[in-house]
């Protein structure tokens, strides 16, 4: 118990375990920038295909599927490293020519699972709060994993944005690095305050200034309602 995210699970919890299954080496060609991936990761050192963009280069390889854990890239091992450092790896590739990767297929229980009923109204959480079905589980490299409100429409549209831009720069959408840096840079004033919050957030990954200031302009057009 002492292990679990919060030390504790309440009767409303949905517990999710990755347990190992196939492991696949795949050749993929890079014919284009971007590779259509959006990868997360557990806080831990592992990281996970959290979504494929249809149509792109690795929707064309039907054995790369969404939830499988990146483990080697063109045989470097990769476990340690945080979602934006592998996803760095995969943009700085060179184009057209191919790489291989090495992956672990999670066992499924499930082939699909059904949406919860929407009916009944809301559920009362183990704190007594009304839950609004809006909750969102975000987990944290350092800190508890915390169930939060959804994002409000500016954090959504900032995301957006931001997303937006981290693909033209590395090639590779990324949400969850996306809200990492909109958090970062919703109180500060100006963007030196931005980028020395960034580089403290973010270790060394030694964004451009030019990509950090766009980025800086996207979060205040969000704050002032022009996207």
Not at 89 to 95: T, Y
Not at 103 to 114: G, N, Q, R, S
Request: aromatic share 6%; proline share 3%; glycine share 12%.
């Amino acid at each position: 118990m002492d292990k679990l995210l919060g030390g504790q699970i309440g009767l409303e919890d949905f517990i999710f375990a990755h347990i190992r299954g196939i492991k696949k080496e795949v050749e993929v060609m890079k014919s284009e920038d971007a590779l259509g991936l959006t990868i997360t990761d557990n806080g831990v050192g592992f990281a996970f295909i959290k979504r494929i963009k249809d149509g792109s280069v690795v929707d064309g390889v039907k054995v790369v599927c969404i939830g499988d854990h990146i483990e080697c890239i063109n045989g470097k091992n990769i476990v340690g490293m945080r979602h934006y450092e592998v996803a760095r790896m995969l943009k700085e590739l060179p184009r057209d020519q191919s790489f291989t990767l090495k992956l672990v297929e999670p066992m499924k229980a499930f082939e699909m699972l059904e949406p919860r009923s929407r009916g009944g109204g809301g559920k009362t959480s183990g704190e007594g709060k009304i839950a609004t079905g809006r909750e969102t589980l975000r987990l944290r490299s350092k800190g508890p994993a915390t169930v939060e409100e959804m994002p409000t429409e500016f954090e959504e549209k900032a995301v957006k944005k931001v997303d937006d831009l981290l693909e033209s720069y590395m090639g590779i959408r990324d949400t969850e690095l996306a809200a990492t840096m909109v958090e970062v840079g919703r109180e500060k004033k100006n963007p030196d305050e931005f980028a020395m919050a960034l580089d403290e957030a973010l270790g060394d990954f030694a964004f451009p200034d030019e990509f950090v200031f766009d980025v800086w302009g996207a979060i205040g057009d969000a704050k002032n309602a022009r996207l």
